[in-house]
């Protein structure tokens, strides 16, 4: 089964840093390009990171660029969201989503169940 | 970057209702233009590519069409699953950029 499985999510205070995980499963991981999406409580999608599928090429949102960073591991099948210098805008569900890999660029075609990040004093 | 809005922002409709959502592209987008499905407390789910190819596993019911700036998602008999908030997303150019959603609930 095609799966991906976030992890690492929490309470953090403004300012703090967390590093969220994605596991993927039953598929070649290797030969995807990968994303991060988030989610404020009761809002819609907004995407925020890129990554291509050999580590090699990175896209941010602005409003995350300096802060966050995406890396993955091929060897681990594992994809990294690195949050620095969070800010209480940053409290969202955090989704990782395989890109679809199509001719008709970035569309998410699996996704994790999200984990929850929440920065609050 | 380009700017996604969707209507409307909600509906009221009954199982076996046609039902149709517009979401347009504040540049032309060709037919760069995803559209996703979530449910409540739920992952979004893939539906439509390139504007109107279905996900493989997507109903038939489902259909999408549009191009340049203006594209819609149409539900032809709404099915109980079907109710659901729906959004679209360009993938012309990064930022990648999502619609504010559709949500679609019982009447």
């Known amino acids: 089964e095609v799966q991906l499985v976030e992890s690492g999510g929490g309470l953090v205070q403004p300012g703090g840093s967390l590093r969220l995980s994605c596991a993927a499963s039953g598929f070649t991981f290797s030969h995807y390009w990968m994303h991060w999406v988030r989610q404020a409580p009761g809002k819609g999608l907004v995407w925020v990171l890129r990554?291509?599928?050999?580590?090699?090429?990175?896209s941010y949102a602005d409003s995350v660029k300096g802060r966050f960073t995406i890396s993955r591991d091929n060897a681990k099948n594992t994809l990294y969201l690195q949050m620095n210098s969070l800010r209480a805008e940053d409290t969202a569900v955090y989704y990782c989503?395989?890109?679809?890999?199509?001719?008709?660029?970035?569309?998410?075609?699996?996704w994790g169940q999200g984990t929850m990040v929440t920065v609050s004093s | 970057d380009i700017q996604m809005t969707q209507s409307p922002s909600s509906l009221s409709a009954s199982v076996g209702d046609r039902v149709t959502i517009t979401c347009r592209a504040s540049q032309s987008i060709s037919s760069y233009l995803n559209w996703y499905q979530q449910k409540p407390g739920k992952a979004p789910k893939f539906l439509i590519y390139a504007a109107s190819t279905l996900q493989s596993g997507v109903p038939s019911r489902f259909s999408g069409s549009g191009s340049g700036t203006d594209f819609t998602l149409t539900i032809s008999s709404l099915q109980p699953e079907d109710f659901a908030t729906y959004y679209c997303q360009q993938s012309y150019s990064t930022p990648l950029t999502f619609g504010p959603g559709t949500r679609v609930d019982i009447k």
């Open positions: 990554i291509n599928s050999d580590g090699s090429s990175t």
């Open positions: 989503a395989r890109d679809s890999g199509g001719i008709w660029g970035d569309a998410f075609d699996i």
